[in-house]
């Protein structure tokens, strides 16, 4: 499978963008999807995740309460709603796939299937 996260760009703090990850190749069923997040100088953070079903979601403590992410199963997708936005936020972000069907985690070395990122600059 193939994941392409597209939405990034520059935002004002206090703004809001939405991400999503487009899965290609075959399908993600049965298995957790999350998104990671990169800046400059630091090692990559987990930011959230939701399960196949979509029901169930888990949040970084950094974007609780200002970030959601929702899954399409059908149309093999998820995204991620960011609001209020902090300089802070500034990352390249990653989707990614968990290694196992059932797998829930939120340490990266569980995700063995990775996009290539996409930027996000949030302006002070």
């Known amino acids: 499978v193939q994941l392409q996260a597209s939405g990034g760009g520059l935002v004002q703090a206090g703004g809001s963008l939405r991400l999503s990850c487009a899965a290609s190749?075959?399908?993600?069923?049965?298995?957790?999807m999350a998104w990671f997040r990169q800046a400059p100088g630091t090692d990559r953070e987990f930011v959230g995740l939701?399960?196949?079903?979509?029901?169930?979601?888990y949040y970084g403590d950094k974007v609780k309460g200002r970030f959601i992410i929702t899954r399409d199963k059908g149309e093999n997708m998820m995204d991620l709603q960011m609001s209020n936005l902090k300089p802070e936020d500034t990352a390249v972000y990653y989707c990614?796939?968990?290694?196992?069907?059932?797998?829930?985690?939120?340490?990266?070395?569980?995700?063995?299937?990775w996009g290539p990122g996409t930027l996000v600059t949030v302006s002070s």
């Open positions: 939701v399960t196949w079903t979509g029901k169930s979601t």
């Open positions: 990614a796939l968990a290694r196992a069907e059932g797998l829930v985690a939120t340490n990266q070395r569980e995700y063995d299937t």
């Open positions: 190749g075959r399908t993600t069923e049965g298995h957790t």
